[in-house]
């Protein structure tokens, strides 16, 4: 256990060259891939999640963090024997159009992937024919948009109509997330999630999951 | 009380205003705003000039600004427009857009080993920093006269700017693994927004906001606030040809607000997510205005009638205690309804007469 905690302290301290460390040594012992990530770099982002809940850890430390992750992550992917479609669910991911607001999205994209997600991210300023195309082209399971300005809600509306008139709306699960989102407006979109941090993102997209709602 | 006065009237600021800034029996609790992309759509919406073109014309500029004043009859405004105005000019690419504010696209530099290639720009030259510096000149040419109206110029406050030139991420990343570069950057661009934010005041803009977002405790911890944005805020006020500064910082702020009232020569905070008897209460006698705080969604969303409550709450919240003014808690979301901005305006006008 020692070397997977290791692991996990080092996501926490956003120690990138620990990580990349103790990622190759857990190659070189042949120990288990799925344990290191699930309770090395998951466990270890999930307490990053709850520090910047807690107002302890802000926007840098969770990058550096993440960065720790990434790093770690891309060192044991290319072992990972497991096949392509072990994966929880394949999660298009992007922020709306009009915004360029990306470091909110990239952390919870990073957290979905260390958490057995397929993710693909389309990156910013993302018009809803895009949203559109990438569902249909990777036959995805849940649609992820995020913004973190008030003008530009209204793409994630508009988003959701190019959905209905594509017939896609039931076949997917739309989340959203960004400062300006909420509840509410989740319910006035017609939404159906509304997730306030990478943490809870994966905690929703694990419960719907359990629930078989998606495949 | 009369040196405070002195001071106020220095920006223009009426007796009425005075009068509501101190709570005076017989006066109204006074309202300003802070109000570039809501502006530059409006103006868009009525004239058909696009925002890329707005943005880069000084006398579109300040006909947009402008229209925010005739159509609400506010006493302050801060030609806040977007928040690339720097980085732009050490050399960053935007998007323009049509009917929305410039967007970054492509920092200036990609990593902290280029900070040296980094040259300080030129208010008079570069970027759209003389479309600004020209837009104060011709509110002193034209309007000033005409109008009771305080005209803010402003500039980015130097965490904003930088993180704008650096990259958003890389910068935060850098407030990390390299503090030594990330301060010498400060350092280079704090000395550019002094001599914009100066350029503006020898135009004609009577006094200077300054939009400091990413320094909130939205993105950084206090602790970095304390390090990164508070020597530069201190040395840019020192270092503006003005007796004080308007400060910006939406988000969550209530961390802050101790060392944000301590940088020198602050005169009014304009707050978002706080609480403003707790904030009132730091502030204690220090004469520094709060502005404040009704969220920009809420304008945005709201009907009317909650704007109406939510604004009397703020009001009976704030009551006779003074140094306050009614303000969004950050810039005016393009298409805000115009009956919801009025609802916010005349409940002020309503329920603001003093005593409260
Ligand atoms: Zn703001």
Redesign the pocket.
Known sequence: MGLIENLKNAVIDGDVDSAARIANEIIDRKMDLKNAILNGLSAGMRVVGKKYEEHEYFIPEVIVSADALNTAFNIIKPHFKDKDTDYKAKVIIGVVKGDIHEIGKNIVAQFLNASGYKVIDLGRNVPPEKFVEAIEKYNADIVAMSTLMTPTLEQMKITIEHLKENGLRNKIKVIIGGAPTDQEFMNEIGADYCCKDANETVSTLDSIIIKNEVN | MSLIEDFLTQFGFSQELIEGVFAKPGATMPAIF?AGGYNVNEYYKMTGVPAYEIVRNARHLIKSQMNLQYKFKVDLLTCLVDLNIMSESFGAKLYYDHDVLPMPNKPAIESLDDIDQLEIPDPHKDGRMPVIIEAAKLYKEKYKAKSSLIYGGYIEGPITASSNILGVENFMRGLVTNPDLIHKLLDKVTTALIEFGNAQLEAGADAIGI?E?TASSTCISPDFFKEFAFPYLKKINRKLNTPGTLI????HTQPIIKQWIKIPNTFIISV?EVDLTKTLETIGNKFIIVAGNISPITLLRETPETIELITKDIINEVGNHGKFVLCP???LAPGTPEENIMAFLNAGRKYGKFPI
Do not use: K, M
Not at chain 2, 248 to 251: F, L, S, V
């Open positions: 802070l939009a977002p910006h910082i939406c988000g978002d808690g950050c810039d």
